[in-house]
């Protein structure tokens, strides 16, 4: 009778199981199996995409190393709200670890949400182009380096012609620059530049097929390096007072020549006459007049700008100067941010129009990345291709004379609250990063 029963329920526990597996197996759960006709659900793999990726990426995919799926875990982990090991655009505009801009430059597929192979697809990338970023630097660094001089004796026969200090250093100029310019053409990684890479709009230098010297649809760096040294202007010498603290002899001075002791008044004056902000004073600027004096003085924090509203973010300048000139800085994050108001106002009450909406200076989203606004900037006509360098423009009020503009506040005093108020005319929330005023006083003012 016993022996009976105990058959009895192994039977049942059999078709019980049996049951269970087909009924998972026929929701397509990893570990059961997939029926034929049927994909697995989401997050449990994704084969077609990632030989996809694998296709469009192939160097970054052969690279692939442990550190890079530890890093695309980690952020998987921390943006994947429901934990089923992808991320939607939603679930990273929800976690708040970047902006949500940020989740379409890491969606390499376009398909609206991130796996973790997508991920590590990434992390590879961008680690690869760190790599080959020290390796163009440690290269410049090696050329410029002085070469170790044979013995006495033999130097005589084997020593070549001197470098002119000069010419070794447009060379060291042009190798970085090839390196920085090889990470913005070449799209998939593979350290050269093919024909269908040779265009990139957001590249100043355009089309690269000069670049090609040897005509078989690809530019290697020794190529590209080869062509920058013929396009950049040819070096001259420094003006006389720069002359003498120019050490290394390369034709131009750096901070460590201009000063050797640096402190905030060395560094002030050092940055003044380096207008283009790159570290070191060229020929050029050195005949010219130093940069006039200027202060910037920031607003924290960021403020949300919520949709179809208004907000006002204050800043507080407690320093008693005369404007002599004023610009105004400005970082957003918001998609179509040309549907935005920007005004002024300053302590005396006096609104300056800085953004009317619906014009795009230069194509594409996000106009205001650390953009400046100027009555000086040179006039934009049409819409540009590409931001120019600086980024900046004018505000309306330059070109209608009866509206205020940022050179009537020229006179007034820097004390007091001063206020941007950003008017959003859509749908799209948006952050206000940052925004700050650049002071140049009345006696340093050109």
């Given at each position: 009778?016993?022996?009976?029963?105990?058959?009895?329920?192994?039977?049942?526990?059999?078709?019980?199981?049996?049951?269970?597996?087909?009924?998972?197996?026929?929701?397509?759960?990893?570990?059961?199996?997939?029926?034929?006709?049927?994909?697995?659900?989401?997050?449990?793999?994704?084969?077609?995409?990632?030989?996809?990726?694998?296709?469009?990426?192939?160097?970054?995919?052969?690279?692939?190393?442990?550190?890079?799926?530890?890093?695309?875990?980690?952020?998987?982990?921390?943006?994947?709200?429901?934990?089923?090991?992808?991320?939607?655009?939603a679930?990273?505009?929800?976690?708040?670890?970047?902006?949500?801009?940020?989740?379409?430059?890491?969606?390499?597929?376009?398909?609206?949400?991130?796996?973790?192979?997508?991920?590590?697809?990434?992390?590879?990338r961008?680690?690869?182009?760190?790599?080959?970023?020290?390796?163009?630097?440690?290269?410049?660094?090696?050329?410029?380096?002085?070469?170790?001089?044979?013995?006495?004796?033999?130097?005589?026969?084997?020593?070549?012609?001197?470098?002119?200090?000069?010419?070794?250093?447009?060379?060291?100029?042009?190798a970085?620059l090839?390196?920085?310019?090889?990470?913005?053409?070449?799209?998939?990684?593979?350290?050269?530049?093919?024909?269908?890479?040779f265009?990139?709009?957001y590249?100043?230098?355009?089309?690269?097929?000069?670049?090609?010297q040897?005509?078989?649809?690809?530019?290697?760096?020794?190529?590209?390096?080869?062509?920058?040294?013929?396009?950049?202007?040819?070096?001259?010498?420094?003006?006389?007072?720069?002359?003498?603290?120019?050490?290394?002899?390369?034709?131009?001075?750096?901070?460590?020549?201009?000063?050797?002791?640096?402190s905030?008044?060395?560094l002030?004056?050092?940055?003044?006459?380096?207008?283009?902000?790159?570290?070191?004073?060229?020929?050029?600027?050195?005949?010219?007049?130093?940069?006039?004096?200027?202060?910037?003085?920031?607003?924290?924090?960021a403020?949300?700008?919520?949709?179809?509203?208004?907000?006002?973010?204050?800043?507080?300048?407690?320093?008693?100067?005369?404007?002599?000139?004023?610009?105004?800085?400005?970082?957003?994050?918001?998609?179509?941010?040309?549907?935005?108001?920007?005004?002024?106002?300053?302590?005396?009450?006096?609104?300056?129009?800085?953004?009317?909406?619906g014009?795009?200076?230069?194509?594409?989203a996000?106009?205001?990345?650390?953009?400046?606004?100027?009555?000086?900037?040179?006039?934009?006509?049409?819409?540009?291709?590409?931001?120019?360098?600086?980024?900046?423009?004018?505000?309306?009020?330059?070109?209608?004379?009866?509206?205020?503009?940022?050179?009537?506040?020229?006179?007034?005093?820097?004390?007091?609250?001063?206020?941007?108020?950003?008017?959003?005319?859509?749908?799209?929330?948006?952050?206000?990063?940052?925004?700050?005023?650049?002071?140049?006083?009345?006696?340093?003012?050109?």
């Amino acid at each position: 009778m016993k022996l009976r029963r105990r058959t009895i329920a192994v039977s049942v526990i059999s078709a019980f199981a049996a049951f269970a597996a087909s009924d998972l197996s026929a929701q397509g759960v990893r570990g059961f199996g997939t029926p034929q006709g049927k994909l697995p659900p989401r997050g449990f793999g994704n084969p077609k995409g990632e030989e996809a990726l694998r296709q469009q990426f192939p160097v970054a995919a052969a690279s692939i190393i442990g550190e890079d799926r530890q890093q695309a875990q980690w952020q998987i982990d921390r943006t994947d709200g429901n934990g089923d090991g992808i991320v939607t655009a939603a679930e990273w505009e929800r976690s708040g670890y970047q902006t949500p801009r940020h989740f379409f430059y890491h969606d390499l597929n376009g398909d609206g949400i991130l796996t973790h192979y997508e991920h590590t697809i990434g992390y590879a990338r961008w680690r690869r182009r760190n790599e080959l970023r020290a390796e163009a630097r440690e290269s410049a660094a090696r050329a410029s380096r002085p070469q170790k001089q044979p013995p006495e004796s033999t130097a005589a026969l084997q020593a070549p012609a001197a470098i002119d200090p000069q010419v070794a250093e447009r060379q060291r100029q042009a190798a970085g620059l090839a390196g920085y310019i090889m990470q913005v053409y070449d799209v998939n990684s593979n350290n050269v530049v093919e024909r269908s890479e040779f265009n990139n709009r957001y590249s100043s230098y355009g089309n690269l097929a000069s670049a090609d010297q040897n005509g078989d649809g690809t530019i290697e760096r020794a190529e590209l390096t080869t062509w920058l040294q013929n396009r950049l202007p040819p070096l001259s010498k420094l003006a006389f007072g720069m002359q003498s603290r120019d050490a290394d002899n390369d034709g131009q001075v750096s901070l460590r020549e201009y000063s050797e002791q640096i402190s905030e008044t060395s560094l002030a004056e050092f940055n003044r006459w380096d207008r283009d902000g790159d570290g070191f004073i060229t020929p050029q600027e050195s005949r010219r007049q130093p940069q006039p004096q200027q202060n910037e003085y920031s607003s924290e924090p960021a403020l949300v700008i919520r949709p179809n509203g208004m907000v006002v973010a204050d800043l507080w300048i407690d320093s008693e100067i005369e404007i002599g000139d004023l610009d105004v800085r400005i970082s957003i994050a918001k998609d179509n941010d040309n549907f935005m108001q920007l005004d002024l106002v300053a302590p005396n009450h006096r609104r300056v129009p800085l953004y009317d909406g619906g014009w795009l200076p230069w194509r594409g989203a996000y106009i205001f990345e650390n953009t400046l606004i100027d009555d000086e900037a040179v006039p934009i006509k049409g819409t540009l291709k590409a931001p120019p360098v600086p980024r900046a423009f004018r505000p309306p009020g330059v070109d209608d004379n009866e509206r205020s503009s940022l050179g009537d506040l020229r006179g007034a005093s820097t004390r007091g609250t001063w206020r941007l108020v950003v008017r959003n005319q859509n749908d799209r929330v948006g952050i206000l990063n940052r925004w700050s005023l650049i002071v140049t006083p009345a006696e340093s003012a050109p």
